[in-house]
């Protein structure tokens, strides 16, 4: 993430030089210099978000659309930066996947999303929907009992978050 941001932070640094060595104003007169400041910065910005997030062409290789230029280093770096952080919340959510652990999946299946879609104010209908998707194809599905109850860990988790999969767990023990 720092890597991200110190591209874009020197990105935005070298087009303020270029607009302070070319003495932009922006149609600003001269004697009103915050006003000049504060344009600079704002154009020097926008400006390398600009630059950074443009292509020079698109290449289609298979069924895959290739940037060419400036768009190409951030998609990198954007994808390295997604791939980080599923590892970091993957390691996470391992930790977190036996919160179900000690209940009876036939309990826990009944009862858990209830308890987490009850407690979301903001859960949509489509999300609901597809939560339910997911857990009929885990109660359908092979695998023993706490191979599902991980499963419907990690899908609730997907939806609510680890924490409120952890509270809803402690209420179904009695907690």
Do not use: H
């Amino acid at each position: 993430m720092w890597l991200y941001c110190s591209v874009n932070a020197l990105a935005a640094l070298l087009a303020f030089a270029l607009i302070e060595a070319f003495q932009w104003t922006g149609g600003a007169p001269a004697g009103e210099t915050q006003k000049i400041a504060w344009l600079r910065i704002i154009t020097a910005g926008f400006s390398s978000m600009v630059l950074l997030r443009s292509s020079l062409f698109r290449l289609r290789v298979g069924s895959q659309d290739i940037d060419v230029g400036p768009a190409a280093l951030v998609q990198q770096l954007q994808g390295a930066i997604d791939r980080e952080i599923d590892r970091q919340e993957g390691q996470l959510r391992l930790l977190a996947v036996d919160a179900l652990k000690g209940l009876r999946f036939e309990d826990a299946v009944s009862e858990a999303p209830a308890l987490c879609a009850g407690v979301l104010q903001s859960l949509t209908a489509d999300q609901q929907a597809q939560l339910k998707k997911s857990i009929e194809a885990i109660t359908g599905g092979k695998g023993s009992e706490e191979t599902k109850l991980r499963m419907l860990a990690l899908e609730l988790m997907n939806v609510a978050g680890p924490e409120i999969v952890k509270a809803v767990a402690d209420k179904l023990r009695g907690g």
